[in-house]
């Protein structure tokens, strides 16, 4: 019969190990004896069950070993490990100090993601109550299209849901009043981040009030409330601005009720001025329930669920929309719906507004941060094998002392202590360093790390939370170096029967190789990134974006922009002027346009297009391309209005096959009747992430020019700026005079891009940093290992040259076999970034190859200076021991 | 080795009935005690709980223990072999005896021996 089953191994173990020492012997036997027996009489099962049950019976925790450091020594043994940890970083500088900057790289990285990821998350928490806030988005379906989603309501909305729906605590509304101008304390302002708001709403977000109270700031119509940095701008301190008067678009006058705290950074809504909304002056027809302009944010009742809230939500806008949707589309909303339309409000927690509606606008994703905190992670990863690398390459070197160690009596776990505490101390030492790294960039204060994290100072929690990741860092890198050095025996260490180098040798160049993947790809990824950006820069637009002078607010002239316009164009280096409406880059108007001859038999083909509005030398000044018809002529009267389509506009009527004929005809826009003047070439009049699209230059429309486009002489900007100024000082000298450069607006648009082309190339230069690290350490490690096989070779006379290249042909075969993988990842990654952009570089070959051939020469550099040493060391010493 | 505190003739059933064993059988460790015991009453019994009794029995000076030989089937580990010492002799005696007292002022039972 066949040797019957062991015992249940793990119970055995754990016998030994909770078992009283004096007795496990024989405890041990009788149990292993008595499971034989029982396998014979009772059957494997009961055998097995009764051992395990024996063993537990059997255990005594009194006397259990719990693998402790035995405390009777400890602190002089711990200030000896200090000392020597000490000792060794200042006779091994080099290799210790390979060791700290790289934990300290990592870490200082691994802390900058922290930080940034912490304010990310922390979004708009400062509001008591965060939890039962919400905002209103609309889920919009037009019958036929998909459906999408944006976080803007009717202005009926809030006023019907407050008597209708239950459990509701308050709704308020925000309108966006954005660009207005503002006369405060003689001085003008113009102002960005102003917003009219319904009363309660500082019951939903939390304000410190540093004047006035929650109450009344917003009760009474042409109240302003502003928090202190816009109090210290306007008047200089928040005293004296409380009760002034400030007046809006020249018209309005309101009356600083309240002075608030600025909202922290971390808040998606930030305001530099709140306005009150007269009540008395609001006029909510139905039909606004068709259009979509404020926010509207929700506070619920403590037992309100927010679900059914939504539903009663729904339940009424049908009811309704109902009517509306009758009258204005010919349908019901019913019969709108089962065609597959949709409008209807749902309710987004606020604290998800920050990271979960990027498909709904401009925020961040979280996406974004789940990518950043893989890097943090992947960081200190990285961070921690390099240590363990390193360490464990040159084992020779503490073996001996490991041997000498333990024939003076030491325990293995007293030398692994040693071993552990040096880590540990290492990690110390680099969190202090990556600390004051990371406070040092915070107090630069750069614009570019402030979008980031906005804090000036790492706070207290992050220090103390990433201390202790340090001490975790110490305590993982080093327990596989500190088992493998203190495993050393003094028999074999001193006898010279130590394999020189140690185990580990395929993970070493398995990671050498993830890293010199990582570092190639990113480096492969900045160069793409950065010849797209080239590109955006050099590619012909179809206008002409150079000298381009945009000077805004002109509509602040009023009667006095055609003089302003005429006495600019007397400036000899002013060549071209035209007074227009519609940003370049960033059109801001959209309007429905379809040929008047189409609207009876095509009723459905409406076009939202982007709209500009430009004087008769609109198209000289930006040098675009007509292909049919003629510039608007001068003085056009406004009964007259005239039309420029592009190219795709006209396309998209299905007039591209036409001629001249077209020129004429008049074109319905939102229900005003334009004259069609011309057709001009496409041009990329938004960013070259968009395919060109059809747009509109219309001589007028119901709002009016608000700036004055200029094509200036190449290199006459700076007299040319200082005589526009002191031009619209005489006309308008208590209004400020703006400007901006058409081309930086167009770079503007390409910031993200720019910000991930920095990123980029920062996470190379660390990745291929922490590479080289790793490479180090394989260099060390081989270099040690072949030290014997060298000082042999040189003896039998091989040259310095033969010695360096045997050694370093494995590790050149190792950065190959990553370039080779590195180049699909890379090509991958970045086609697919490129694929957002609808006008993009090709790929092509050179960045690849120089990426290549950059880490190539890097990774000799490292390694030679270990092979080189090892190379040139005198074969004497290494054999002497023979 | 006599603890101090304990009762010479204070000895519970388990306790007693190992010592009677290892009387009879004369070298006896845990395993063969739990196979006895087992076959004479017929219930079974966990080797540990035979452990404690007969180390419990050595401490109170009743059994003498030493090391015996090893064999495969306990991995090469050595038994523990205990025999009575001629204390537990007169201990167990003594304790029949004072039973043996009590049961004979029960008038209705004959006791075959007595």
Not at chain 1, 650 to 656: A, D, F
Not at chain 1, 728 to 739: C, H, L, R, V
Request: glycine fraction near 6%; charge should be positive; include cysteine.
């Amino acid at each position: 019969m066949s040797k019957p089953e062991r015992p249940p191994r793990w119970a055995d173990r754990f016998l030994q190990w909770c078992c009283p020492k004096d007795n496990i012997e024989e405890t041990q036997g009788d149990l292993h004896e008595a499971y034989y027996n029982r396998i014979r009489t009772r059957g494997p099962f009961i055998a097995k069950l009764l051992f395990v049950i024996e063993v537990f019976q059997s255990a005594s925790l009194r006397t259990v070993q719990f693998p402790t450091y035995s405390f009777r020594n400890s602190m002089t043994m711990f200030k000896n490990n200090i000392q020597i940890f000490f000792r060794k970083l200042l006779r091994r500088k080099s290799f210790a100090a390979i060791n700290i900057i790289g934990l300290t790289v990592s870490l200082a990285g691994a802390l900058l993601i922290f930080l940034y990821v912490k304010n990310e998350l922390t979004f708009d928490q400062f509001n008591t109550d965060a939890g039962r806030i919400y905002r209103v988005y609309c889920a919009y379906a037009y019958p036929g299209e998909s459906k999408q989603e944006f976080p803007y309501t009717p202005p009926n909305l809030a006023p019907a849901i407050r008597p209708e729906i239950a459990g509701v605590e308050q709704v308020v509304r925000v309108f966006d009043e954005s660009d207005v101008m503002v006369n405060a304390g003689g001085q003008v302002f113009n102002e960005k981040q102003f917003f009219k708001a319904d009363s309660g709403l500082f019951k939903i977000f939390t304000a410190e009030f540093l004047a006035g109270d929650a109450v009344t700031a917003l009760s009474r119509p042409n109240s302003i409330v502003i928090p202190k940095s816009t109090a210290e701008r306007y008047f200089g301190s928040v005293s004296s601005a409380f009760g002034k008067d400030v007046t809006v678009n020249t018209t309005d006058v309101y009356n600083v009720t309240a002075i608030v705290d600025d909202f922290p950074p971390n808040s998606h809504f930030r305001f530099r001025g709140l306005l009150s909304v007269d009540y008395s002056k609001e006029n909510l027809h139905p039909d606004n329930w068709l259009s979509h302009w404020p926010q509207t944010y929700i506070l619920l009742n403590k037992e309100s669920v927010p679900s059914s809230i939504q539903d009663d939500m729904r339940l009424m806008t049908e009811r309704i929309l109902e009517p509306i949707f009758k009258q204005r589309y010919g349908k019901s909303y019913s019969e709108q719906k089962a065609a597959g339309g949709l409008q209807e409000y749902r309710l987004q927690p606020l604290l998800k507004v920050h990271l979960h509606s990027a498909h709904m606008g401009d925020s961040n994703d979280i996406k974004n941060i789940y990518l950043f905190i893989a890097i943090g992670v992947v960081l200190i990863t990285i961070a921690c094998f390099n240590y363990i690398n390193l360490s464990t390459a040159r084992s020779a070197f503490d073996a001996r002392s490991t041997g000498v160690r333990k024939v003076m009596g030491a325990t293995q776990a007293q030398v692994y202590t040693l071993f552990l505490t040096e880590s540990i101390g290492t990690a110390i030492i680099a969190f202090i360093l990556a600390l004051v790294t990371v406070q040092g960039i915070l107090m630069a204060d750069t614009a570019f790390i402030r979008q980031f994290i906005p804090a000036k100072n790492v706070s207290l929690n992050a220090i103390a939370a990433f201390a202790g990741l340090s001490m975790l860092v110490g305590v993982a890198s080093g327990l596989i170096p500190s088992r493998l050095l203190s495993s050393f025996e003094p028999v074999a260490v001193l006898k010279g029967l130590v394999v020189r180098g140690s185990g580990g040798n395929k993970l070493r160049q398995v990671l050498v190789v993830a890293q010199f993947v990582g570092s190639m790809a990113l480096i492969m990824c900045t160069l793409l990134v950065g010849r797209q950006i080239d590109f955006i820069n050099s590619r012909p637009l179809g206008f002409n974006k150079e000298s381009l002078l945009v000077v805004d607010h002109v509509d602040q002239l009023g009667g006095n922009k055609q003089v302003f316009k005429n006495e600019v164009r007397k400036f000899s280096a002013v060549a071209q002027a035209s007074l227009c409406y519609g940003k370049i880059g960033e059109p801001s108007n959209s309007a429905a346009f379809t040929p008047v001859e189409m609207i009876e038999d095509r009723k459905d083909l409406v076009v939202g297009i982007p709209i500009y509005i430009g004087d008769e030398d609109y198209l000289k000044t930006i040098e675009a391309k007509i292909l049919m018809g003629h510039p608007f002529p001068p003085g056009l009267p406004s009964e007259r209005q005239q039309i420029i389509l592009n190219r795709e506009a006209i396309r998209q009527v299905g007039w591209q096959d036409r001629k001249d004929d077209i020129i004429g005809k008049m074109i319905d826009v939102n229900g005003r009747r334009y004259e069609l003047a011309a057709v001009v070439d496409d041009y990329n009049f938004t960013s070259l992430k968009e395919k060109i699209g059809p747009m509109a230059i219309l001589s007028h429309y119901w709002n009016d020019y608000t700036m004055l486009l200029l094509r200036l002489k190449p290199g006459t900007s700076h007299e040319a700026i200082a005589q526009l100024e002191s031009t619209w000082k005489k006309i308008k000298p208590d209004s400020p005079f703006e400007y901006s450069f058409v081309d930086e607006d167009l770079n503007r648009l390409y910031a993200a891009e720019q910000n991930i082309a920095m990123l980029f190339s920062g996470f190379a230069t660390v990745a291929i940093f922490v590479s080289c690290l790793g490479l180090l350490g394989l260099a060390m490690f081989v270099a040690e290992k072949s030290i014997k096989e060298i000082g042999i070779r040189k003896v039998l006379g091989a040259s310095v040259h033969s010695i360096v290249f045997r050694l370093s042909s494995n590790m050149i075969k190792l950065v190959a076999i990553s370039f080779v993988i590195a180049i699909p990842v890379a090509w991958y990654v970045s086609d697919q970034w490129l694929n957002t952009f609808a006008y993009r570089v090709p790929m092509n070959v050179s960045p690849f190859i120089m990426a290549g051939l950059f880490t190539f020469i890097v990774a000799i550099l490292t390694m030679s200076f270990q092979t080189i040493k090892a190379a040139l060391t005198n074969p004497a010493k290494t054999l002497k021991n023979e | 080795m006599q603890p101090s505190g304990t009762r010479m003739n204070q000895l519970g059933n388990l306790e007693e009935t190992v010592l009677l064993i290892s009387m009879y059988i004369g070298e006896v460790y845990a395993v063969s005690v739990a196979e006895e015991y087992e076959h004479s009453a017929g219930q079974r019994i966990s080797v540990p709980a035979i452990h404690t009794v007969l180390r419990r029995l050595e401490q109170k000076g009743f059994l003498r223990s030493k090391m015996g030989d090893a064999s495969p089937q306990r991995g090469g580990r050595r038994k523990r072999l205990y025999e009575p010492t001629a204390f537990g002799f007169s201990a167990a005696s003594q304790i029949r005896n004072q039973r043996m007292k009590v049961w004979a002022k029960i008038p209705q039972l004959k006791i075959k021996g007595t």
